[in-house]
């Protein structure tokens, strides 16, 4: 189950390295061109193209990195007793609602629609996964959304 979910998650970033990396060519080639020369001191087009080919493929490779981080991430499920960590899909209940996450290495922000749900990459890093690191199933959260402070209950940790 967990496999498929990580094949779902690379394909969708290994779509955004084709894309960022298309964008940043043509963007290179964009700010190289002659048309775009600097006609005077005051004419920036070449050098704002040539920033923002460098930011594109800074993206690419992020997520390149994320792509091949992903590939090598274990695939195995863990045990309800088990801590939460690198690689846990974790079910968040607050108010009866769930909520579907998945502990991944980089790409947070990242959703991806399975199995009639969408889960949504979290990485140890951001707020919601350092408090969510070394936890169990069962435990509870008090999380700030919105401004308000909500009690989420850890329902599922696979």
């Known amino acids: 189950m967990k496999r498929v979910l990580l094949e779902k998650i690379i394909t969708r970033l290994q779509d955004e390295v084709t894309f960022l990396t298309r964008a940043a060519l043509a963007t290179h ?16 087009r070449g050098l ?3 920033y923002l080919a ?3 493929s800074k993206a690419a490779e992020e997520a390149a990195l994320a792509v091949a981080q992903f590939a090598a991430l274990a695939a195995r499920d863990l045990a309800p ?10 079910t ?10 998945l502990m991944g290495p980089r790409a947070g922000g990242t959703e991806i629609e399975y199995d009639g749900r969408t889960v949504m990459v979290i990485t140890p890093q951001s707020p919601l996964g350092r408090q969510l690191v070394g936890k169990k199933q069962g435990d509870t959260l008090l999380l700030d959304v919105g401004g308000r402070k909500t009690e989420s209950r850890i329902a599922a940790v696979a």
């Open 48 to 50: 704002e193209a040539s």
């Open 81 to 90: 007793d088990e801590p939460i960590a690198l690689g846990a899909l974790v």
């Open 92 to 101: 968040l209940e607050a108010k009866g609602k769930p909520t579907y996450y």
């Open 54 to 56: 460098h930011g594109q």
């Open 29 to 44: 080639a964009e700010a190289t061109d002659d048309e775009n020369k600097a006609e005077d001191k005051y004419d920036t």
